[in-house]
């Protein structure tokens, strides 16, 4: 196969991220390991795309959201174009299932907050053709309390604001403070918004 032809000995690695402050910091640290052939560079998904076509990158570290981007939907995307560059998913708030992550073709996912030796390491070992799925040790994923996790599932339901209330036995007023908490943590501004964001990166199945 393609893929056994590459030397796993110098790896060829993609990140894909819209801050300028994590390409610095995720090119400076990648660029010190001694197995790391070349980093390259993507803020977008287009841009992504490309270059992975262009330079077949043994891996693209790709950030969850990506401006109004899916990471996951990016995977799919860099996976389509290049079959042999394996993809590592990484957020510094979002977070998403083995089983989404895989569903949309990565081989891992790691969180910003890593120490940089373990973030080099799960880079590593998806390059080397293993995957990387571990738990963050978080209470619930995006720091989400009980009640905002079933305020978003009874929203994902199609219930409106009065009918979940009723559900959980709470106030309109209450409801519409989980409601605020829950799009601030999302990064979203609507209930819409927030039940895809939540699908996207699988807290919602």
């Not at 609507?190 to 939540?198: I, L, S």
Request: aromatic share 6%; charged share 25%; with cysteine.
């Amino acid at each position: 196969m393609a893929e056994e032809l590459r030397s796993p000995d110098r790896l060829r690695v993609l990140v894909v991220d819209d801050h300028e402050v994590v390409h610095w910091g995720f090119r400076l640290m990648l660029a010190q390991q001694p197995w790391v052939e070349r980093c390259l560079s993507a803020t977008s998904g287009k841009e992504a795309v490309a270059l992975v076509s262009r330079y077949r990158p043994h891996v693209a570290l790709v950030d969850l959201f990506i401006g109004e981007e899916s990471g996951a939907e990016v995977c799919e995307r860099l996976r389509a174009a290049e079959p042999t560059t394996r993809v590592l998913l990484f957020s510094g708030a979002g977070e998403i299932s083995p089983h989404a992550a895989r569903a949309a073709g990565a081989s891992g996912f790691a969180f910003k907050d890593w120490p940089a030796r373990r973030i080099a390491g799960a880079v590593r070992m998806v390059g080397l053709g293993k995957t990387v799925f571990e738990s963050h040790d978080r209470p619930s994923a995006l720091g989400l309390s009980e009640r905002e996790r079933a305020v978003l599932e009874l929203m994902a339901s199609g219930a409106t604001n009065p009918e979940i209330a009723g559900v959980l036995h709470l106030s309109r007023h209450t409801i519409k403070e989980h409601s605020s908490s829950l799009y601030r943590k999302l990064g979203v501004r609507n209930r819409t918004e927030a039940v895809q964001r939540a699908q996207r990166i699988g807290l919602l199945t």
